[in-house]
C-alpha cells in the first residue's frame, strides 16, 4: 500500500509502466467534465470507474480486495476513509469472484487512512481495503478508481 498526493506522482516510476500510466491518466483529466463510468485506458490492462457518492459509517463498510487487478484509489473531491488490513489477518466471508475480480472479507482490525482532494492510495491484491467510510462528517465525494492489470 501506498498513499501521497498526485505532485508526487513521479516518485513512482520505478513500480512500471502500467502505474506510470495510471498515475498520468489521473493528473492529466478534468474529471468534473466526465460522467460515472468506466473509462478504457488501454483496454483490460488498465481502466478507470468514476463514481460519486456520500460516504457512509463505518459500520457498513466491508472489507474487499482483488487478485487479478491492483487499485488506485483517487479522490478528485471530498474527503474519505479507507481501511487497509492484510488480506492474511483477515477471514473471508464471500468467495472469490473471477468475474468481478472481488473477494469480501471481516476482521476488527486495521488501519484507517484520510484520503482528500487529489490523495490517492495503491492498493495491491494483499491490500484488503474498505472504502467509502466518513471520516468526520459525510461528504460527497467524486472518486476514480483505476484498474491495472497485476
Not at 35 to 47: A, C, N, S, V, Y
Request: net charge negative; with cysteine.
Amino acid at each position: 500500500m501506498i498513499t501521497d498526493t498526485l505532485k508526487n506522482a513521479g516518485s513512482y516510476t520505478a513500480l512500471g509502466e502500467r502505474i506510470v500510466a495510471a498515475l498520468e491518466f489521473l493528473k492529466n483529466t478534468d474529471f468534473s467534465k466526465i460522467p460515472d463510468g468506466k473509462i478504457e485506458i488501454t483496454g483490460d490492462e488498465i481502466f478507470a470507474m468514476i463514481q460519486r457518492y456520500e460516504t457512509k459509517p463505518r459500520e457498513q463498510g466491508k472489507w474487499e480486495a482483488h487478485r487479478k487487478y491492483i487499485d488506485i484509489q483517487f479522490l478528485a473531491e471530498g474527503s474519505e476513509l479507507i481501511g487497509v488490513h492484510n488480506i492474511d489477518d483477515l477471514e473471508i466471508t464471500e468467495p472469490y469472484s473471477p468475474e468481478n475480480d472481488l473477494l469480501f472479507l471481516d476482521g476488527n482490525n486495521g488501519d484507517f487512512i484520510t484520503l482528500s482532494k487529489d490523495k490517492f492510495v495503491l492498493l495491491y491484491p494483499q491490500d484488503a481495503h474498505m472504502p467509502c467510510i466518513t471520516a468526520k462528517k459525510p461528504s460527497k465525494v467524486t472518486k476514480i478508481v483505476v484498474k491495472i492489470l497485476a
